[in-house]
Structure formats: structure tokens, C-alpha cells
């Protein structure tokens, strides 16, 4: 199966500031089958970013999504208090699926 | 609006077994993918097992396989998971989720329900 690793595991930023999260995998995945999830506390996940770069609906565009080959990213350009929250990257080329460990983004 | 509502979960005793159902409506079922996600607490997300829209299984995750069974019944617009041998591991919370109209995307995501293997 295909390993996805998230970095940082944390990350400690003030409003305003650009986060950028990383996603490698242990194989070379298609764009088309790389999205990313936001997790918040008794809620249901959230798709984000799917295809590597296409917004969701309702996404904001402070969320922008790129990569390929095995590297992937997340940047929020602007983070808000609302963006507290673990992201999880994840793949869907090939059976099995699976996401990364996730990171967690705490504002400060 | 696409709505859809887990039920099934609760608490079993180890080598027990469970069936989650997954009650889908606001879209035509039958276009779409299905799946099953779980979030064990304290812990990520995993993909457990996933049914295409030409009633194909997708597949199912390493830890899961041989054990769990996923079903759908379009004539219900219901997906069914069926849990057996559980372990202590399996304990989550059990999400059904779907994508657009013949789409593999997790786009849509049910509020989960609780399964304890204990």
C-alpha cells in the first residue's frame, strides 16, 4: 500500500501567517488522485483539495493545494482562528486508499 | 441535499460481530461510490472499504481484509458494512461518505457512528 507522510506533525502560526504542509508518498501517485481533508473536533471531515489543486466547493482560496510525483502540499496563505484544525492528505489512485498521519495546525 | 445517516455502531465484545448501515439520501445512489472511513480516537483517519457506482468493490484496507464485508442496496439507497472477528483495534468512529455523481472523491461525509470492541 501506498505510505503517505505528513510534515510537520504541528504546526504554531499567528493569523495571517502561510501555512505550508507536506506530504510525501512512497510512490509516485497521479494528481488527479491526491486530496486533502481538514478534521475539526466533533465534526465530520472536510474535503478540501482534491485532484492535487482543485478547490472544493465552498473552499475558500486561501486554500491552495500543489505537487507531483511523491510530493505534495497544502498552503493556507492567510491563516484565520478558524483553521485550527488537523489536515490529512490522501490518496485515491489504487486500492488500498489511505491518508497521511495528519497534521495538526493550532493557531496562536 | 445529500444526506447520509450511520447507525449500527455500539459496543461488542472481541471476536464479536457488527453490521453499520448507512442510510443515503438527497442524490441518485445508484451513480454514485460509497465508502467507509474510520477515525479511531486519539488517532487519523483510514479508508476501510469502498463500493463503485457499477457495484464493484473498490476494496478494502490491509488491516480489514477478511473480515469486513461491504454491501449496498440501491433498491434502499443503503450501504452496509459487515464487521466480523472485531478486535480491539477496530474501535472508531465509523463514517460513510460519497463523491459526486461517478466520482471517486470523499466529498460527502455522514456524522459517523461509534463502534467499541471491548
Known amino acids: 500500500e501506498v505510505v503517505l507522510t505528513q510534515s510537520p506533525g504541528t504546526l504554531s502560526l499567528s493569523p495571517g501567517e502561510r501555512a505550508t504542509l507536506s506530504c510525501r508518498a512512497s510512490e509516485t501517485l497521479s494528481t488527479h488522485f491526491v486530496a486533502w481533508h481538514q478534521l475539526k473536533p466533533g465534526q465530520a471531515p472536510r474535503l478540501l483539495i482534491y485532484g492535487t489543486s482543485r478547490r472544493a466547493t465552498g473552499i475558500p482560496d486561501r486554500f491552495s493545494g500543489s505537487g507531483s510525483g511523491t510530493d505534495f502540499t497544502l498552503t493556507i496563505s492567510r491563516l484565520e482562528p478558524e483553521d485550527c484544525a488537523v489536515y490529512y492528505c490522501q490518496h485515491y489512485s489504487s486500492s488500498p486508499w489511505t491518508f497521511g498521519q495528519g497534521t495538526k495546525v493550532e493557531i496562536k | 441535499e445529500v444526506q447520509l445517516v450511520e447507525s449500527g455502531g455500539g459496543l461488542v465484545h472481541p471476536g464479536g460481530s457488527l453490521r453499520l448501515s448507512c442510510a443515503a439520501s438527497?442524490?441518485?445512489?445508484?451513480?454514485?461510490?460509497m465508502h467507509w472511513v474510520r477515525q479511531v480516537p486519539g488517532r487519523g483517519l483510514e479508508w476501510v472499504s469502498g463500493?463503485?457506482?457499477?457495484?464493484?468493490?473498490?476494496g478494502y484496507a490491509d488491516s480489514v481484509k477478511g473480515r469486513f464485508t461491504i454491501s449496498r442496496d440501491n433498491a434502499k439507497n443503503s450501504l452496509y458494512l459487515q464487521m466480523n472477528s472485531l478486535r480491539p483495534e477496530d474501535t472508531a468512529l465509523y463514517y460513510c461518505?460519497?463523491?459526486?455523481?461517478?466520482?471517486?472523491?470523499?466529498?460527502?461525509w455522514g456524522p459517523g457512528t461509534l463502534v467499541t470492541v471491548s
Open positions: 438527497g442524490f441518485n445512489f445508484v451513480r454514485h461510490a
Open positions: 463500493f463503485s457506482w457499477n457495484s464493484g468493490t473498490i
Open positions: 461518505a460519497t463523491g459526486d455523481e461517478f466520482e471517486l472523491e470523499l466529498r460527502f
